[in-house]
């Protein structure tokens, strides 16, 4: 069992800034990456992010280069994610996974809106 837990969305005007944290805890020891989706009511879940605590290496999706930041923390699985420049397509439910070789772990998901 590896429990997910999200934090920080929140409700934003345009152009806004906002962090998400996301926290592994229990078997975490074969989790290697965390990585950040989103879904938009009507439409697919889709990558938005993701770092690996072996190199640091992070990739993001074309939509949100520049923008938004992932960043790993250190002793722990955890990962925050960096959104300057907010537009009303960055809204949806931001979700975090955690694959450990056997399972692909889901968070219950912090929702972002933005909006004025």
């Known amino acids: 069992q590896v429990p997910l837990v999200e934090s920080g969305g929140d409700l934003v005007q345009p152009g806004g800034t906002l962090t998400l944290s996301c926290a592994a805890s229990?078997?975490?020891?074969?989790?290697?990456?965390l990585s950040w989706y989103r879904q938009a009511p009507g439409k697919e879940r889709e990558f938005v992010a993701i770092?690996?605590?072996?190199?640091?290496?992070?990739r993001y999706a074309d939509s949100v280069k520049g923008r938004f930041t992932i960043s790993r923390g250190h002793g722990e699985k955890t990962a925050t994610l960096q959104m300057t420049g907010l537009k009303g397509e960055d809204s949806g439910v931001y979700y975090c996974?955690?694959?450990?070789?056997?399972?692909?772990?889901w968070g219950q998901g912090t929702q972002v809106t933005v909006s004025s």
């Open positions: 770092v690996s605590f072996t190199n640091g290496f992070t």
């Open positions: 996974k955690a694959p450990d070789g056997h399972t692909e772990w």
């Open positions: 229990g078997s975490t020891s074969d989790i290697y990456t």
